[in-house]
């Protein structure tokens, strides 16, 4: 029964997610506002919606170490699962403002939970408004250094009319709000169940199943031969997690982790994992990923999971 509750409420989150995204597409098509800014904030913002829900309804229900172990284990399964199968799939190119720019503001982000977690094992108000300041800081300055960059054809290119974007807007967040009230009840009822901690239910099945629709792009884009995903858009995805989505979180409710392992081995591999990315596309051929990079990160993927179950 928590198991079916757990894919009802991914299933609903999903949904909600895609119906959130066409409506704030839709939306910002309708009021002018150019593909740049709908593509690195809007998108963005939708895209991290099934993150953010469940870690703030995990957290207000006392689940604090489900809100964390989403989010970290998001940002393991984007760069080690999405990442892995996407290029196994088919080589990616890499533009250079991976390593100019969102690769460092990823590990700036990454470093800056890990110190406020190992300060005082909560992220209160404070610390989550500096996540999120850093996040509008980050955003200004896309908009402002990168008008002219090229941006991937949105998947909702044509605006909707507005009672269909009234009603994705409301079926999206109704999706959201009840998804991550399944899932929450499910992956809590698990844990007990089977006398795991929530840390495990959130790093492996909760974070995973955020990730979905990420892998089915990225595995669809290269099914199409289309460019619909590439390695700025999980780097960007797993920025967003922590700053805004840890950053939203802790602002409206301290975060506080109660089992160390997080602390201790998740939030490393979280590190280590995004730190080998920068050599693997500097090297031995520069700006370009393909499925050995693949299969290396695949690897550390399982083996993560390996030592968390």
């Known amino acids: 029964m928590n198991f079916l509750l757990i894919i009802g409420g991914l299933v609903l989150l999903i949904f909600g997610g895609n119906w959130l995204l066409k409506s704030a597409v839709s939306l910002s098509l309708k009021l002018k506002i150019s593909k740049v800014v709908v593509g690195m904030t809007v998108v963005s913002f939708a895209t991290s919606a099934p993150e953010l829900i469940v870690s703030i309804n995990a957290a207000l229900n006392n689940s604090s170490d489900l809100a964390l172990g989403n989010v970290i284990g998001?940002?393991?399964?984007?760069?080690?699962?999405?990442?892995?199968?996407?290029?196994?799939?088919?080589?990616?190119?890499?533009?250079?403002?991976?390593?100019?720019?969102?690769?460092?503001?990823?590990?700036?982000?990454?470093?800056?939970?890990?110190?406020?977690?190992?300060?005082?094992?909560?992220?209160?108000?404070?610390?989550?408004?500096?996540?999120?300041?850093?996040?509008?800081?980050?955003?200004?300055?896309?908009?402002?250094?990168?008008?002219?960059?090229?941006?991937?054809?949105?998947?909702?290119?044509?605006?909707?009319?507005?009672?269909?974007?009234?009603?994705?807007?409301?079926?999206?967040?109704?999706?959201?709000?009840?998804?991550?009230?399944?899932?929450?009840?499910?992956?809590?009822?698990?844990?007990?169940?089977?006398?795991?901690?929530?840390?495990?239910?959130?790093?492996?099945?909760?974070?995973?199943?955020?990730?979905?629709?990420?892998?089915?792009?990225?595995?669809?884009?290269?099914?199409?031969?289309?460019?619909?995903?590439?390695?700025?858009?999980?780097?960007?995805s797993n920025i967003f997690n922590i700053l805004a989505v840890i950053g939203i979180t802790s602002i409206i409710t301290p975060i506080s982790l109660s089992d160390d392992r997080l602390l201790t081995s998740d939030v490393f591999w979280m590190l280590g994992i995004s730190l080998i990315t920068l050599p693997m596309v500097l090297l031995p051929t520069k700006y370009r990923l393909n499925w050995k990079n693949g299969l290396v990160l695949l690897i550390s993927y399982c083996t993560f999971i390996y030592f968390t179950l």
Not at 125 to 145: A, C, P, R
Not at 169 to 189: D, F, N, Q, R
Not at 197 to 221: D, H
């Open 74 to 236: 998001s940002n393991i399964a984007n760069l080690g699962l999405v990442l892995g199968v996407t290029l196994l799939l088919g080589s990616m190119n890499v533009s250079k403002n991976f390593y100019r720019v969102d690769w460092p503001v990823m590990m700036i982000a990454s470093i800056l939970l890990f110190l406020f977690l190992t300060n005082d094992k909560v992220i209160v108000q404070y610390e989550g408004i500096l996540l999120f300041t850093f996040l509008v800081i980050f955003i200004i300055y896309l908009l402002k250094t990168q008008k002219n960059n090229n941006i991937d054809k949105l998947e909702y290119d044509i605006p909707l009319s507005g009672i269909k974007t009234t009603f994705y807007l409301v079926m999206g967040g109704l999706g959201l709000w009840g998804g991550s009230e399944l899932l929450i009840k499910g992956a809590t009822a698990m844990a007990l169940d089977f006398g795991v901690t929530e840390r495990v239910i959130g790093v492996t099945i909760v974070s995973v199943g955020t990730s979905v629709p990420e892998l089915a792009a990225s595995i669809i884009a290269v099914i199409k031969k289309e460019k619909a995903i590439s390695l700025g858009n999980l780097i960007g």
